[in-house]
């Protein structure tokens, strides 16, 4: 059984940062990336950014470029976003994903049906 467990979703100020991390646990699974994706309410998912777990390449939505990246932890086994410069449009929950598909080349999964476990999502609310 593979979990996904995000943390550190909150209330922030237009301007200001957060930090979400996923801690993957589970024995017996591969995985090729790791994502962030996020859905606001009567929006439909999207995604927000992916790592390819071994090399660590990362890959962006043009919305959160130069401000969101994306780094992973091998020990920890653990993803992290951090957000900076945030907007009110950034409020959503957001969602862990991890895929187990293979990719070559500088291909990547950004569709949600390319991903195989989600975690439970973490709310994040930017206030105007």
Do not use: H
């Amino acid at each position: 059984q593979v979990q996904l467990v995000e943390s550190g979703g909150g209330l922030v100020q237009a301007g200001g940062s957060l930090r979400l991390s996923c801690a993957a646990s589970g024995r017996g699974y591969v995985r090729s990336f790791m994502g962030w994706f996020r859905q606001a309410p009567g929006k439909e998912r999207e995604f927000v950014s992916t790592i390819r777990w071994s090399g660590g390449v990362t890959n962006y939505a043009d919305s959160v470029k130069g401000r969101f990246t994306i780094s992973r932890d091998i020990v920890k086994n653990t993803v992290y976003l951090q957000m900076n410069s945030l907007k009110p449009e950034d409020t959503a929950v957001y969602y862990c994903a991890a895929s187990r598909s293979f990719y070559s080349g500088s291909t990547y999964p950004k569709e949600s049906t390319e991903y195989d476990y989600w975690g439970q999502g973490t709310q994040v609310t930017v206030s105007s």
